[in-house]
C-alpha cells in the first residue's frame, strides 16, 4: 500500500513548515472579506499561521499577514482574527 504524501504549509509568522492539519487558515474570500477557515476548504487567498500568539503577533508586526492576503488589515479586524485563532488554538 502506498503512503500518502502529507502537504506542508509555511507559517507567516515564525516562517516554519509544518503539516497543513496543524496550521490555522485565514482566507480573504472573493468579496474582500478576512475569515478564519476551520475546514481549510474555503475558496480564497488563505495564509497559515501556528496557533500561537506569538506567531500570529510576528505576522502582524512584520506585516507578513497583510501581504500574504494582499490586504491592509484594521485594528479592530486583527483583534478580531486574534480572538478566533486563540479560540480555535485551545
Known amino acids: 500500500m502506498k503512503q500518502?504524501?502529507?502537504p506542508m504549509r509555511t507559517c507567516v509568522g515564525c516562517r516554519t513548515t509544518r503539516p497543513k492539519r496543524e496550521l490555522i487558515?485565514?482566507?480573504?474570500?472573493p468579496q474582500g472579506?478576512?475569515?478564519v477557515?476551520?475546514?481549510g476548504k474555503l475558496s480564497g487567498r488563505g495564509a497559515y499561521?501556528?496557533?500561537s500568539a506569538e506567531c500570529f503577533d510576528a505576522a502582524v508586526k512584520g506585516?507578513?499577514?497583510e501581504k500574504a492576503l494582499e490586504r491592509p488589515i484594521g485594528p479592530d479586524l486583527l483583534e478580531a482574527l486574534?480572538?478566533?485563532v486563540q479560540a480555535l488554538s485551545q
Not at 25 to 29: A, C, E, M
Open 4 to 6: 500518502r504524501k502529507v
Open 25 to 29: 487558515r485565514i482566507v480573504r474570500d
Open 33 to 35: 472579506e478576512l475569515h
Open 37 to 39: 477557515d476551520g475546514t
Open 49 to 51: 499561521i501556528c496557533p
Open 63 to 65: 506585516k507578513r499577514l
Open 82 to 84: 486574534r480572538e478566533r
